[in-house]
Every structure is written in structure tokens, then in C-alpha cells.
């Protein structure tokens, strides 16, 4: 069965840290560019980050540039974003995608599954 599945979010102070997973089981996550996405209550969702299959290659939106990692570990099937420096504007329900492509994309269409989402808000 294809499952990915998001964790790590919670609550945490303005200027904090969380690290996402997104672990991937029922497929080969190597082979597979990953996206993670956010939606905000009243907002379109909004791709945030993403990471190729074949060379590792990313994509940042410019409202987290310079804060939130993306990275990926093919042999735990994991990925991972780290994020820094959080604002409260970054309140939002997280979830990750998995699409069988060689390069990412920001678009979610482009993706055939996806995990369930993992609650993060910045407050204090």
C-alpha cells in the first residue's frame, strides 16, 4: 500500500524550529521528487518546497527561502524539511507529495500521492 505520512508539527514561538518527516512506504522514495505543500484556513494551498529524484535538486518559494531546508534521506524513505526562524504567517496544515518524475515541481497536480497533513502553528 502507498502511504506517505507527515509528522513533527505542533505549536511553537515566533523565531522557533520544527522538523517535518514525510516517510514514504509502498514505493521507492528514491525515484520519487517530493513536494511539501501548505494551506492556510481560508487560503489556496501553496508549495513551499520540493526535492528532485535524480540529481537532489530544490525549489524554495520566496516566502521561506533562507529559512526552511529541504532534504532527503532515500534509505529511510524519508524527507525532510526543517524550518527556522518561523512566523506566524507560516501557520498552516503542512502535507508532502510524491510524484515518479526526475525533477520537482510546485504544482500539485503534478503529484500522485499524498500524505495527511501535519498541523503547525506559530504563535505566542
Known amino acids: 500500500q502507498v502511504q506517505l505520512v507527515e509528522s513533527g508539527g505542533g505549536l511553537v514561538q515566533p523565531g522557533g524550529s520544527l522538523r517535518l518527516s514525510c516517510a514514504a512506504s509502498g514505493f521507492p522514495l528514491a525515484y520519487y521528487a517530493i513536494g511539501w505543500f501548505r494551506q492556510a484556513p481560508g487560503k489556496e494551498r501553496e508549495g513551499v518546497s520540493c526535492i528532485s529524484s535524480r540529481d537532489a535538486s530544490t525549489y524554495y518559494a520566496d516566502s521561506v527561502k533562507g529559512r526552511f531546508t529541504i532534504s532527503r534521506d532515500n534509505a529511510k524513505n524519508t524527507v525532510y524539511l526543517q524550518m527556522n526562524s518561523l512566523k506566524p504567517e507560516d501557520t498552516a496544515v503542512y502535507y508532502c507529495?510524491?510524484?515518479?518524475?526526475?525533477?520537482?515541481?510546485?504544482?500539485?497536480?503534478?503529484?500522485?500521492?499524498w500524505g495527511q497533513g501535519t498541523q503547525v502553528t506559530v504563535s505566542s
Open positions: 507529495a510524491g510524484g515518479n518524475m526526475d525533477y520537482c515541481s510546485v504544482y500539485g497536480s503534478a503529484y500522485s500521492y
